[in-house]
């Protein structure tokens, strides 16, 4: 990050095309499908939009599931009721031992927060902590990163009443309302600024919209969804997405490219969706165990995820977002 802001970007560029392994073909994951959460989900129901039904397992996109694959567990809880649901799933039959995280969040019991970074958007006057520290920890119930740097999002950062870059119309944005609600859209299409909107965060286009996937994910992928390592399609990707119901999709993992990781969303159930940060050191979704109600254990959903679990319990560079219960 310090060399491509200092003019070195080519040869961090060259560095890391050296370095670059393509994702493996064929095999199986390294860990086990059928342990994430603190609980099971034991009667999935069918497909409904109450947004605090249990969710119906999800279909592999590798072809016959594994153990446990696609089939949710209780990641966190809120007014004695299931708030977060996961699972994981596979996104491809051809790079079959990679495993993405897909997470549900039940937005009546649930607020999210946008928080800002250090460097990215760096010093203002955003009024909150670029952390999560000791006496804020309460009811936290999850974490997860948000978008490109601010530079290369194509659009701006606001909270709070202060703005870093500029809110661009025909942007997807992820926004947060001062009920503790967010929606993922378009700016000033589906999304626009209104007395109650307290954080903005612009990162590309869509890639779910109006429940279909368009052609464009497919299209320039390193010049329109961001440079990767070693210039491969396939890397570490993460998105979030609503449901028709109002549910927010997560979705994160290794060795994705663009349309799978639109389509572990869409599987989900979200019909519209953005991409959000990419490469192995940005991406992570953490949730929290209540081991003590003030001062929660984290815990990463993907165990192979680089960043700690603990990532957002010391300050961070990067902007993210903080869910607790309402």
């Known amino acids: 990050e310090w060399a491509r802001d200092h003019y070195l970007g080519p040869v961090v560029t060259f560095g890391e095309w050296l370095t670059y392994q393509s994702p493996k073909v064929g095999g199986k994951p390294s860990f086990s499908l059928d342990k994430p ?15 605090s039904a249990p969710p119906a397992p999800l279909r592999s996109l590798a072809g016959r599931p594994l153990p446990g694959e696609g089939r949710w567990r209780v990641l966190g809880t809120a007014e004695g009721q299931p708030a977060i649901y996961g699972t994981y799933l596979r996104a491809s039959s051809v790079y079959s031992s990679y495993v993405a995280g897909v997470v549900l969040l039940n937005q009546n019991l649930l607020r999210f927060e ?18 999560i520290p000791a006496g804020t920890r309460e009811g936290l119930l999850a974490t997860f990163n948000n978008g490109f740097k601010i530079a ?9 009443g202060a703005t870093t870059g500029r ?10 309302y001062r009920d503790g609600h967010i929606a993922i859209g378009v700016w000033d299409e589906t999304l626009r600024m209104t007395p109650d909107v307290v954080g903005v965060r612009q990162n590309l286009h869509l ?11 497919d299209s320039n992928v390193e010049t329109s969804w961001g440079a990767t390592l070693g210039g491969s399609y396939y890397v570490w990707r993460s998105g979030i997405g609503v449901t028709a119901s109002g549910r927010v999709v997560f979705a994160y993992g290794p ?11 869409q599987r989900a159930g979200a019909v519209t969706a953005m991409q959000l940060d990419i490469n192995p050191d940005w991406t992570s979704f953490m949730y929290y165990v209540p081991s003590h109600p003030a001062d929660p254990t984290p815990v990463a959903l993907l165990p192979d995820q680089v960043q700690p679990a603990d990532r957002y ?14």
């Open 114 to 131: 946008l928080r800002p970074g250090t460097e990215d958007p760096g010093p203002g006057d955003w009024r909150v902590a670029p952390d």
């Open 167 to 176: 809110l661009t119309n025909g942007t997807a944005s992820a926004v947060y």
């Open 152 to 160: 290369q999002s194509d659009g701006g950062f606001y909270l709070n």
């Open 255 to 265: 060795a994705l490219n663009v349309r799978e990781l639109a389509e572990l969303l």
């Open 37 to 51: 959460g603190i609980g099971k989900v034991t009667a999935p129901a069918r497909r409904t939009a109450d947004p």
């Open 313 to 326: 319990y010391s300050v961070s560079g990067r902007d993210f977002t903080a869910v607790y219960s309402r």
């Open 207 to 217: 890639i779910v919209s109006g429940g279909h996937i368009p052609g464009s994910v």
